[in-house]
């Protein structure tokens, strides 16, 4: 990411531009794609013996719309969020914190997934996205004779 | 006075745990509108409170864990939003109407009659 400032000796531009270099000299070996954080919409993984558990934090979104998809254990999910700005003379924008535009991110899943046992559910503006493991991959009791 | 302690505490713990929501705030003739992004939070899970001029926002996550999941990777690390705003005094903080579709908060504070916009005629003699 650029970092420019749109007002020169801009004490809130400067802090911010601060805190990313300060995190980004703490991860000294990022991930090829970048670190991804602060990007829309964030994500959070969650592992478990069975299944790898996708969150996506994108709300307002038609899911007819959401594009998600598995190639080569890399889990893609792109779309396109617009706001509807009000075209109005009378109007004014005090605030606009809230991500427009198009959006991808993508994230690397483990080799023991099973690609053809992904579910996706959209509900109050969270993603889940289920990835079920290989059966073999799955830890077994071995009885000992 | 410890019970006043521990509420303070925890208080202090709940501002410490919750996102800040983004937010788009637009005011146009007849009042203002707000949207929030609270992906996760139903409805049921989601407190709009107007004490003296302050609106504060508030919801709880509901992501619905599977049992033994460990976390490998987390952006959002905390389970609840929390946000509040200073009214000014010619909005009309009782009727404030709200809608919650898909993650967002639709809010909607309208102006007070007297403060909504007037065309004052000039009468010339």
């Known amino acids: 990411m650029v970092y420019r400032a749109v007002f020169p000796r801009d004490v809130f531009n400067e802090l911010n531009r601060l805190q990313r270099e300060f995190w980004q000299s703490l991860d000294t070996n990022p991930n090829i794609r970048g670190s991804g954080r602060g990007g829309f919409p964030p994500i959070n993984v969650g592992s478990s013996e069975r299944a790898v558990d996708i969150y996506v934090f994108a709300p307002g979104l038609d899911p007819a719309t959401i594009d998600v998809q598995i190639e080569k254990g890399v889990l893609t999910i792109s779309g396109e969020r617009n706001i509807v700005v009000p075209n109005n003379e009378q109007a004014t924008t005090h605030i606009a914190e809230r991500f427009t535009g198009r959006f991808r991110r993508v994230v690397s899943l483990p080799d023991d997934i099973d690609p053809s046992a992904v579910s996706a559910k959209y509900r109050d503006g969270l993603l889940h996205i289920g990835v079920a493991r290989r059966e073999a991959a799955q830890p077994r009791r071995i009885a000992v004779q | ?125």
């Open chain 2, 1 to 125: 006075m410890s019970n006043t302690n521990t509420t303070v505490a925890k208080q202090e713990k709940d501002l410490r745990d919750a996102l800040i929501p983004a937010v788009d705030v637009i005011e146009d003739a007849s009042g203002i509108t707000l949207y929030a992004d609270l992906p996760g939070v139903a409805k049921e899970r989601l407190s709009l409170q107007v004490e003296a001029d302050v609106l504060t926002i508030e919801g709880e996550m509901d992501l619905g864990l599977p049992e033994g999941m460990s976390a490998i990777h987390a952006e959002v690390d905390a389970p609840r939003y929390r946000r509040a705003f200073t009214l000014s005094r010619e909005l009309d903080s009782e009727k404030v109407s709200a809608e919650l579709t898909q993650g967002v908060l639709k809010l909607r504070i309208p102006k007070k009659d007297h403060a909504q916009p007037r065309r004052i005629a000039i009468e010339v003699n």
